[in-house]
């Protein structure tokens, strides 16, 4: 819709015809100082011009136009759109994703097919995201070292996208948690202590780093970040071998322990992912334990208008004095 937000500025409208009321002509002042008001001689020779010729009444009403246009620039129109819902303060959470070579373990179906756990991460994640409005979202990707992927950031969709375009193996091979949980905590340190999460996804246990699990946990309690640690990776699959099928632990490498002991130490909680549909029950009580904060300020974007009453005045303005030269 569109509105003037200084309505009151239309007052000014006749003022050209008050003008040419109440002051006296130019040759009847005593000083000899006259004050010109915009097309006054135009309101002034308004019967003459009306009686000589057709270019006289269009300089008279392109003078008007002019006029009425100024004012309107001068009432400040604007366009105003729809109601857009500004959540008042969100939680800040940082996403870690473990992308050491252990990752390509084939043990997720998804959508009918067998996926490695990367690409279960990538989709169960994702859905996740899109659902935080009003949250900040941070990316975290660590291998031998932690990699800031994405700050903190309300842009959903450019960290689902570098999420979508991350692979195994492209921080290393190793698997160190306790600097991812350094780094998140760096990145997290400027928001406040209530609203700072971390979800920690990773199946192995660390062999990389500088910093180790519980250390970086024990700094994280200390700092008020919750951590939700998340084990990925199936229990038991079958592997074919020489002496048939033999019954295998893909994730005899998960170090539970340690995970649970994080999750314990900054008052979040441990979940165990074993299958696709375990990851989405995990980011639905994600979503029940951590809601997204309530949308309760609203505001309508503008755009000022004043720009094209102006130039339209302006280009009036041009053709009232080509009118008038022709005239003479």
Same mark, same amino acid.
């Given at each position: 819709m569109y509105e003037f937000l200084w309505w009151w500025a239309f007052l000014l409208l006749p003022a050209p015809l008050l003008a040419r009321w109440w002051l006296r002509p130019a040759g009847q002042m005593a000083s000899g100082v006259a004050l010109k008001v915009p097309f006054l001689e135009d309101f002034q020779q =308004?019967?003459? &011009?009306l =009686?000589?010729?057709?270019?006289?009444l269009l300089a008279l009403l392109l =003078?008007? +136009?002019?006029?009425m246009l100024l004012v309107a620039a001068a009432a400040r129109p604007v366009w105003i759109g729809d109601t857009v819902a500004v959540p008042v303060s969100g939680r800040d959470l940082m996403l870690a994703v473990d992308l050491s070579g252990s990752m390509q373990e084939q043990d997720f179906i998804l959508n009918g097919q067998v996926v490695d756990r990367l690409v279960a991460v990538k989709a169960v994640a994702g859905d996740f995201i899109r659902k935080r409005s009003g949250d900040?979202?941070? !990316? +975290? !990707?660590?291998?031998? @070292?932690?990699?800031l992927q994405a700050? !903190? *950031?309300?842009?959903?969709? *450019?960290? &689902? @996208?570098? !999420?979508?375009?991350?692979?195994?193996? &492209?921080?290393g091979e190793r698997t160190a948690i306790g600097d991812a949980i350094g780094l998140a905590l760096k990145r997290l340190q400027g928001s406040p202590e209530k609203n700072r999460v971390l979800i920690l996804m990773t199946d192995g246990a660390n062999t990389a780093g500088s910093v180790s699990p519980l250390e970086a946990a024990d700094m994280a309690a200390a700092a008020g970040l919750k951590i939700y640690t998340v084990g990925i990776g199936s229990e038991s699959d079958q592997m074919?071998?020489?002496f048939g099928f033999q019954l295998m632990n893909p994730s005899a490498d998960l170090d539970e322990r340690t995970l649970k002991s994080i999750a314990d130490k900054t008052k979040g909680e441990y979940f165990?992912?074993?299958? *696709?549909?375990?990851f989405q029950k995990i980011y639905a009580e994600l979503d029940r334990l951590e809601p997204v904060e309530k949308e309760a300020e609203h505001w309508r974007p503008q755009q000022e208008l004043f720009r094209w009453p102006l130039l339209a005045a302006f280009v009036l303005t041009l053709l009232t004095? +080509? +009118?008038?030269l022709e005239q003479e």
């Open positions: =308004g019967g003459k &011009l =009686g000589r010729s057709w270019q006289g =003078g008007i +136009v002019a006029w900040r979202i941070g !990316l +975290v !990707l660590f291998g031998d @070292q932690a990699y700050p !903190l *950031t309300f842009d959903r969709q *450019t960290v &689902l @996208q570098l !999420l979508n375009e991350s692979a195994i193996g &492209l921080a074919r071998s020489m165990r992912a074993r299958d *696709t549909e375990e004095a +080509v +009118v008038r």
